[in-house]
T-cell receptor
Framework: KAGVTQTPRYLIKTRGQQVTLSCSPI?????VSWYQQTPGQGLQFLFE???????NKGNFPGRFSGRQFSNSRSEMNVSTLELGDSALYLC?????????????FGSGTRLTVV | AQTVTQSQPEMSVQEAETVTLSCTYD???????LFWYKQPPSRQMILVIR??????QNATENRFSVNFQKAAKSFSLKISDSQLGDTAMYFC??????????????FGKGTHLIIQP
């Protein structure tokens, strides 16, 4: 059974640009969540999508957005990149509620903003 | 809002020893779930163990077990017979069991566990 796949693995962008990250969940999983991991702030919840609808959202500015497609694949977009957006972005999928069996995470996308 | 505290930034033990990682949390919720995740250098977060707050019995998964003290809001992880492959960052995480998990997972800052040969 394939795991959670995130692409690309690494990304370097310039301040002011925008970026799109992709996440393919485990087959059959309908929930996709996104987290930002930085040395200073640790792991922070960005948002969760379920059946193409944003179900929950963390405390991030509107520059961070996402969407989910009918096949449950999800994309996360960050517009007008700032240096502080440099982070590891992790995607996690689950069947329905994440507490059922816990979330399965991907290996992340390392975003560097210069 | 919930908070999760891991007071040990780094721990180092010899292979085959037993080690306990500490985690405390603060919440006003009564229905919640607790998790321990492991993040090796490959960056992928791997679920180690999961505990439902309404269950008094401590969860166990092979060499991994927890000591869940609900009244004290404590959730420590014990690793028995530690192995070199256990070297990783370990994160304690909290999730509300109601409201659709509205805040997602709340993580602690992590404990870097090093298993020495």
């Amino acid at each position: 059974k394939a795991g959670v796949t995130q692409t690309p693995r690494y990304l370097i962008k310039t301040r002011g640009q925008q970026v799109t990250l992709s996440c393919s969940p485990i087959s059959g999983h309908r929930s996709v969540s996104w987290y930002q991991q930085t040395p200073g702030q640790g792991l922070q919840f960005l948002f969760e999508y379920f059946s193409e609808t944003q179900r929950n959202k963390g405390n991030f500015p509107g520059r961070f957005s996402g969407r989910q497609f009918s096949n449950s694949r999800s994309e996360m977009n960050v517009s007008t990149l700032e240096l502080g957006d440099s982070a590891l972005y992790l995607c996690a999928s689950s069947g329905n509620r994440g507490w059922d069996y816990g979330y399965t995470f991907g290996s992340g996308t390392r975003l560097t903003v210069v | 809002a919930q908070t999760v505290t891991q007071s040990q930034p780094e721990m180092s033990v010899q292979e085959a020893e037993t080690v306990t990682l500490s985690c405390t949390y603060d919440t006003s919720e009564n229905n919640y779930y607790l998790f321990w995740y492991k993040q090796p250098p490959s960056r992928q977060m791997i679920l180690v163990i999961r505990q439902e707050a309404y269950k008094q019995q401590n969860a166990t998964e092979n060499r991994f077990s927890v000591n869940f003290q609900k009244a004290a809001k404590s959730f420590s992880l014990k690793i028995s017979d530690s192995q070199l492959g256990d070297t990783a960052m370990y994160f304690c995480a909290f999730m509300k069991g109601s409201g659709g998990g509205a805040d997602g997972l709340t993580f602690g800052k992590g404990t870097h566990l090093i298993i020495q040969p």
